[in-house]
Nanobody, 124 residues
Framework: QVQLVESGGGSVQAGGSLRLSCAAS????????LGWFRQAPGKEREFVAA????????DYADSVKGRFTISRDNAKNTVYLQMNSLKPEDTAVYYC?????????????????WGQGTQVTVSS
């Protein structure tokens, strides 16, 4: 059974930092593309960042480029999202997702497995 479990969310003031983690089990972790998405109240789920299976390819939404960094540790079956210079508009529930396919994309349906989400709240 595939499980993705996020942690590291919380409340922070604008300009602060948080590091999200997502631990995976039940998958051959190193063969999956991993992504982070977020969903704010009343809005659709949106792409944040993704990392290829070997970690050689990275992709970021324009809104977070230069502030967020995605990384993975295949030995620990964990993917991370380091978030710096946080803004109130970054407030959302953040989800990690795993894609077993070969397409490296931003579309949620590409990702077969999802975590339960972790809340990030940024106050001004």
């Amino acid at each position: 059974q595939v499980q993705l479990v996020e942690s590291g969310g919380g409340s922070v003031q604008a300009g602060g930092s948080l590091r999200l983690s997502c631990a995976a089990s039940g998958v051959t972790f190193s063969t999956y593309t991993l992504g982070w998405f977020r969903q704010a109240p009343g809005k659709e789920r949106e792409f944040v960042a993704a990392i290829r299976r070997a970690g050689s390819g990275l992709d970021y939404a324009d809104s977070v480029k230069g502030r967020f960094t995605i990384s993975r540790d295949n030995a620990k079956n964990t993917v991370y999202l380091q978030m710096n210079s946080l803004k109130p508009e970054d407030t959302a529930v953040y989800y990690c997702a795993a894609d077993p396919g070969v397409v490296f994309g931003r579309t949620p349906p590409l990702y077969d497995y999802w975590g339960q989400g972790t809340q990030v709240t940024v106050s001004s």
